[in-house]
């Protein structure tokens, strides 16, 4: 008789043959496991045995690339066995790492729009099913709130 942690073991084993439940705890050691590379290569993922990871311009992507190897020597040790056999890096464009890294965001002030004088008068001009009639009805819509 098996007991309940070499039965579970198993099951885990089947479920997990691509490694997804080692994945966040790959993300949670990054920091450690990449040391300072950390700061220049975030995670963004993984596709089958591709592992993605994000860079902050074209030219630290570039230069990170030079690092695959030793990238991948890292994830597998960790690992125990090859589960990555290939580093793809792209840009960060706003996305947030799953290491939780997250860019500072430079907030936007929208401009108020000026309501205009005299709105809303050629309302019954137009035919509110033609894409001119529902696109001036929109526009009046905008200022009746403001």
């Known amino acids: 008789m098996r007991t309940m942690g070499e039965a579970m073991g198993q099951f885990v084993s089947v479920i997990d043959g691509d490694k997804k439940l080692m994945i966040p705890k790959l993300w949670k050691a990054w ?16 596709r089958k045995t591709t592992l993605i990871l994000a860079a902050e311009d074209s030219v630290a992507a570039q230069e990170l690339s030079y690092f695959a190897p030793e990238i991948l020597l890292r994830i597998n040790s960790f690992f125990g066995e090859e589960v990555f056999d290939k580093v793809l890096f792209e840009l960060l464009n706003g996305r947030v790492p799953l290491d939780g890294y997250e860019l500072a965001r430079i907030p936007v002030k929208m401009p108020k729009i000026k309501k205009p004088g005299k709105i809303g008068g050629m309302k019954d001009k137009f035919d509110p099913e033609s894409a001119v009639g529902r696109c001036y009805l929109k526009y009046v819509r905008l200022f009746e709130n403001s």
């Open 31 to 46: 920091p450690e496991l990449m040391g300072e590379l950390a700061e220049f290569a975030k995670p963004l993922g993984h």
